[in-house]
Nanobody, 125 residues
Framework: QVQLVESGGGSVQAGGSLRLSCTAS????????MAWFRQAPGNGREGIAS???????KYADSVEGRFTISQDNGKNTLYLQMNSLEPEDTAMYYC???????????????????WGQGTQVTVSS
């Protein structure tokens, strides 16, 4: 049973930085694809970044150039470095994992079977 646990959320002022972590357990191999999503109150879940097992990354326009997704396969940990944070980045952030190979790796929520519980990020102006 794959389990994902996010950490690193918190409250920062606009312009600040945070690094989120997502630790995976219960799966012996590297994940085929992992991604970060976020959901603000009253909004749907938004995919913002993905990374495949080779390290290839993709970003949503809303975070391109400010956020960086990375992974440490040895630690089974996914990261999201968030810089130049804006109040619009306030949301619950979730990591997701796709263990099955094949198909493409992208931050579409229906590609992912495994989800963490989320970590809150609040950015004040």
């Amino acid at each position: 049973q794959v389990q994902l646990v996010e950490s690193g959320g918190g409250s920062v002022q606009a312009g600040g930085s945070l690094r989120l972590s997502c630790t995976a357990s219960g799966y012996a191999s590297s994940m085929y694809c992992m991604a970060w999503f976020r959901q603000a109150p009253g909004n749907g879940r938004e995919g913002i970044a993905s990374i495949d097992s080779s390290g290839s990354t993709k970003y949503a326009d809303s975070v391109e150039g400010r956020f960086t997704i990375s992974q440490d396969n040895g630690k089974n940990t996914l990261y999201l470095q968030m810089n130049s944070l804006e109040p619009e980045d306030t949301a619950m952030y979730y990591c997701a994992a796709k263990t099955s190979s094949g198909g493409y790796c992208y931050f579409f929520s229906n590609l992912f079977a495994h989800w963490g519980q989320g970590t809150q990020v609040t950015v004040s102006s």
